[in-house]
T-cell receptor
Framework: GEKVEQHESTLSVREGDSAVINCTYT??????FPWYKQEAGKSLHFVIDIRSNVDRKQSQRLIVLLDKKAKRFSLHITATQPEDSAIYFC??????????FGQGTKLSIKP | GGIITQTPKFLIGQEGQKLTLKCQQN?????MYWYRQDSGKGLRLIYYSITENDLQKGDLSEGYDASREKKSSFSLTVTSAQKNEMAVFLC??????????????FGSGTRLTVL
Protein backbone atom coordinates (compact mmCIF):
# COMPACT_ATOMS: atom_id res chain seq x y z
CA GLY A 1 0.00 0.00 0.00
CA GLU A 2 0.91 3.66 0.07
CA LYS A 3 3.84 4.57 2.25
CA VAL A 4 5.78 7.57 3.45
CA GLU A 5 9.38 6.99 4.47
CA GLN A 6 11.08 9.50 6.69
CA HIS A 7 14.79 8.99 6.29
CA GLU A 8 16.29 10.49 9.41
CA SER A 9 15.05 9.13 12.73
CA THR A 10 17.24 11.59 14.64
CA LEU A 11 19.02 14.76 13.61
CA SER A 12 21.26 17.06 15.62
CA VAL A 13 22.37 20.50 14.44
CA ARG A 14 24.05 23.48 16.02
CA GLU A 15 21.93 26.48 16.86
CA GLY A 16 21.93 28.85 13.90
CA ASP A 17 22.66 26.13 11.33
CA SER A 18 20.08 24.68 8.95
CA ALA A 19 18.31 21.36 9.42
CA VAL A 20 16.95 19.24 6.58
CA ILE A 21 14.47 16.37 6.96
CA ASN A 22 13.73 14.20 3.96
CA CYS A 23 10.71 12.07 3.07
CA THR A 24 9.81 9.88 0.13
CA TYR A 25 6.39 8.61 -0.88
CA THR A 26 5.01 5.90 -3.13
CA UNK A 27 1.63 7.14 -4.37
CA UNK A 28 2.05 9.14 -7.59
CA UNK A 29 -1.48 10.51 -7.19
CA UNK A 30 -0.63 12.27 -3.92
CA UNK A 31 -1.17 16.01 -4.14
CA UNK A 32 -0.82 17.39 -0.63
CA PHE A 33 2.14 17.09 1.72
CA PRO A 34 1.91 18.60 5.21
CA TRP A 35 4.43 18.67 8.04
CA TYR A 36 3.57 18.43 11.72
CA LYS A 37 5.63 19.20 14.80
CA GLN A 38 5.44 17.50 18.19
CA GLU A 39 7.23 19.22 21.05
CA ALA A 40 8.19 17.23 24.14
CA GLY A 41 5.15 16.17 26.11
CA LYS A 42 2.73 17.83 23.70
CA SER A 43 0.57 16.78 20.81
CA LEU A 44 1.13 17.42 17.13
CA HIS A 45 0.45 20.68 15.41
CA PHE A 46 0.59 21.70 11.78
CA VAL A 47 3.60 23.75 10.66
CA ILE A 48 3.65 23.97 6.86
CA ASP A 49 2.39 22.18 3.77
CA ILE A 50 2.98 22.03 0.02
CA ARG A 51 0.70 21.06 -2.84
CA SER A 52 1.75 19.26 -5.98
CA ASN A 53 1.20 22.29 -8.22
CA VAL A 54 4.33 23.98 -6.79
CA ASP A 55 7.82 22.76 -5.98
CA ARG A 56 8.75 25.22 -3.24
CA LYS A 57 6.99 26.97 -0.40
CA GLN A 58 8.39 29.15 2.37
CA SER A 59 6.95 30.34 5.63
CA GLN A 60 9.42 32.42 7.64
CA ARG A 61 12.31 30.06 8.49
CA LEU A 62 10.60 26.96 7.07
CA ILE A 63 11.03 25.89 3.46
CA VAL A 64 9.41 22.86 1.87
CA LEU A 65 10.70 21.44 -1.40
CA LEU A 66 8.81 18.93 -3.53
CA ASP A 67 10.39 16.80 -6.27
CA LYS A 68 7.51 14.94 -7.93
CA LYS A 69 9.78 13.01 -10.30
CA ALA A 70 11.74 11.53 -7.42
CA LYS A 71 8.63 11.37 -5.20
CA ARG A 72 10.53 13.19 -2.52
CA PHE A 73 9.83 16.19 -0.32
CA SER A 74 11.88 17.86 2.35
CA LEU A 75 11.60 20.33 5.20
CA HIS A 76 14.38 22.87 5.61
CA ILE A 77 14.59 24.82 8.86
CA THR A 78 16.97 27.76 8.51
CA ALA A 79 18.74 29.63 11.34
CA THR A 80 17.65 27.00 13.86
CA GLN A 81 16.68 28.02 17.37
CA PRO A 82 16.29 25.98 20.58
CA GLU A 83 12.50 26.03 20.22
CA ASP A 84 12.85 24.11 16.94
CA SER A 85 13.77 21.01 18.97
CA ALA A 86 10.90 18.57 18.47
CA ILE A 87 9.79 15.52 16.53
CA TYR A 88 8.78 16.40 12.97
CA PHE A 89 6.40 14.24 10.95
CA CYS A 90 5.93 14.40 7.22
CA UNK A 91 2.67 13.16 5.72
CA UNK A 92 0.87 12.75 2.45
CA UNK A 93 -2.80 13.06 1.72
CA UNK A 94 -4.53 10.32 -0.24
CA UNK A 95 -8.01 8.96 -0.64
CA UNK A 96 -10.41 11.64 0.52
CA UNK A 97 -8.39 13.29 3.18
CA UNK A 98 -6.68 10.35 4.85
CA UNK A 99 -3.16 11.25 5.88
CA UNK A 100 -0.30 8.76 5.95
CA PHE A 101 2.47 9.83 8.31
CA GLY A 102 6.17 9.15 8.26
CA GLN A 103 7.90 7.65 11.28
CA GLY A 104 9.07 10.99 12.66
CA THR A 105 12.45 12.72 12.98
CA LYS A 106 13.65 13.85 16.37
CA LEU A 107 15.48 17.13 15.86
CA SER A 108 17.84 18.38 18.56
CA ILE A 109 19.30 21.87 18.45
CA LYS A 110 22.64 22.10 20.26
CA PRO A 111 23.96 25.39 21.68
CA GLY B 1 -10.18 28.97 18.08
CA GLY B 2 -11.27 25.55 19.10
CA ILE B 3 -10.02 22.69 21.16
CA ILE B 4 -9.96 18.91 21.11
CA THR B 5 -10.40 17.25 24.47
CA GLN B 6 -9.43 13.65 25.01
CA THR B 7 -10.37 11.69 28.10
CA PRO B 8 -8.86 10.11 30.01
CA LYS B 9 -5.26 11.35 29.70
CA PHE B 10 -3.95 8.10 31.17
CA LEU B 11 -5.67 4.72 30.96
CA ILE B 12 -4.48 1.58 32.67
CA GLY B 13 -6.25 -1.64 31.87
CA GLN B 14 -6.00 -5.37 32.34
CA GLU B 15 -5.38 -7.91 29.60
CA GLY B 16 -8.61 -8.81 27.83
CA GLN B 17 -10.44 -5.78 29.15
CA LYS B 18 -12.64 -3.60 26.94
CA LEU B 19 -11.49 0.01 27.17
CA THR B 20 -13.08 3.17 25.79
CA LEU B 21 -11.37 6.41 24.88
CA LYS B 22 -13.35 9.60 24.29
CA CYS B 23 -12.77 12.68 22.17
CA GLN B 24 -14.70 15.94 21.91
CA GLN B 25 -14.10 18.86 19.51
CA ASN B 26 -15.67 22.30 19.37
CA UNK B 27 -14.31 23.34 15.96
CA UNK B 28 -17.57 22.18 14.35
CA UNK B 29 -15.40 20.02 12.09
CA UNK B 30 -17.01 17.30 10.00
CA UNK B 31 -14.17 14.78 9.98
CA MET B 32 -12.63 13.14 13.02
CA TYR B 33 -9.80 10.63 13.31
CA TRP B 34 -8.21 8.21 15.72
CA TYR B 35 -4.47 7.58 15.34
CA ARG B 36 -2.19 5.33 17.32
CA GLN B 37 1.33 6.59 18.02
CA ASP B 38 4.03 4.06 18.83
CA SER B 39 7.61 5.07 19.40
CA GLY B 40 9.57 4.91 16.14
CA LYS B 41 6.52 4.03 14.04
CA GLY B 42 4.90 7.36 13.45
CA LEU B 43 1.13 7.63 13.48
CA ARG B 44 -1.15 4.93 12.15
CA LEU B 45 -4.79 5.53 11.33
CA ILE B 46 -7.26 3.35 13.22
CA TYR B 47 -10.65 4.81 12.28
CA TYR B 48 -12.01 8.01 10.86
CA SER B 49 -15.45 9.49 10.35
CA ILE B 50 -16.49 12.09 7.78
CA THR B 51 -19.81 12.91 9.41
CA GLU B 52 -22.11 11.95 12.25
CA ASN B 53 -22.80 8.18 12.28
CA ASP B 54 -20.21 7.52 9.58
CA LEU B 55 -17.28 5.16 10.23
CA GLN B 56 -14.35 4.34 7.96
CA LYS B 57 -11.64 1.83 8.76
CA GLY B 58 -8.00 2.83 8.70
CA ASP B 59 -5.00 0.56 8.33
CA LEU B 60 -5.04 -0.51 11.98
CA SER B 61 -8.73 -1.08 12.70
CA GLU B 62 -8.49 -4.71 13.80
CA GLY B 63 -9.04 -4.97 17.54
CA TYR B 64 -10.85 -1.63 17.71
CA ASP B 65 -14.38 -0.27 17.38
CA ALA B 66 -15.41 3.34 16.99
CA SER B 67 -18.56 5.38 17.40
CA ARG B 68 -19.60 8.83 16.09
CA GLU B 69 -22.99 9.50 17.62
CA LYS B 70 -22.65 13.26 17.51
CA LYS B 71 -20.74 15.61 15.23
CA SER B 72 -18.67 16.83 18.15
CA SER B 73 -17.65 13.50 19.62
CA PHE B 74 -15.81 10.39 18.46
CA SER B 75 -15.06 7.47 20.75
CA LEU B 76 -12.70 4.54 20.31
CA THR B 77 -13.01 1.15 22.01
CA VAL B 78 -10.16 -1.30 22.43
CA THR B 79 -12.18 -4.50 22.25
CA SER B 80 -9.68 -6.73 24.11
CA ALA B 81 -6.59 -5.06 25.50
CA GLN B 82 -3.32 -6.87 24.82
CA LYS B 83 -0.81 -7.41 27.63
CA ASN B 84 2.25 -5.13 27.47
CA GLU B 85 0.47 -2.89 25.01
CA MET B 86 1.64 0.65 25.42
CA ALA B 87 0.77 3.42 23.02
CA VAL B 88 -0.57 6.93 22.78
CA PHE B 89 -3.92 7.34 21.05
CA LEU B 90 -4.43 10.66 19.32
CA CYS B 91 -7.75 12.08 18.25
CA UNK B 92 -7.85 14.71 15.51
CA UNK B 93 -10.38 16.64 13.49
CA UNK B 94 -10.44 18.55 10.22
CA UNK B 95 -12.86 20.73 8.29
CA UNK B 96 -14.29 20.13 4.83
CA UNK B 97 -13.94 22.40 1.84
CA UNK B 98 -11.97 25.59 1.42
CA UNK B 99 -8.36 26.47 2.08
CA UNK B 100 -6.82 24.76 5.03
CA UNK B 101 -9.57 22.15 5.25
CA UNK B 102 -7.06 19.32 5.25
CA UNK B 103 -5.24 20.58 8.32
CA UNK B 104 -5.61 18.23 11.25
CA UNK B 105 -6.02 19.54 14.77
CA PHE B 106 -4.89 17.07 17.40
CA GLY B 107 -5.87 16.41 20.97
CA SER B 108 -3.24 15.90 23.65
CA GLY B 109 -3.64 12.12 23.61
CA THR B 110 -4.57 9.20 25.82
CA ARG B 111 -1.65 7.11 27.02
CA LEU B 112 -2.66 3.46 27.35
CA THR B 113 -0.88 0.90 29.51
CA VAL B 114 -2.05 -2.70 29.71
CA LEU B 115 -0.88 -4.76 32.66
Amino acid sequence: GEKVEQHESTLSVREGDSAVINCTYTDTASSYFPWYKQEAGKSLHFVIDIRSNVDRKQSQRLIVLLDKKAKRFSLHITATQPEDSAIYFCAENYNQGKLIFGQGTKLSIKP
Amino acid sequence: GGIITQTPKFLIGQEGQKLTLKCQQNFNHDTMYWYRQDSGKGLRLIYYSITENDLQKGDLSEGYDASREKKSSFSLTVTSAQKNEMAVFLCASSGTGGAGAETLYFGSGTRLTVL
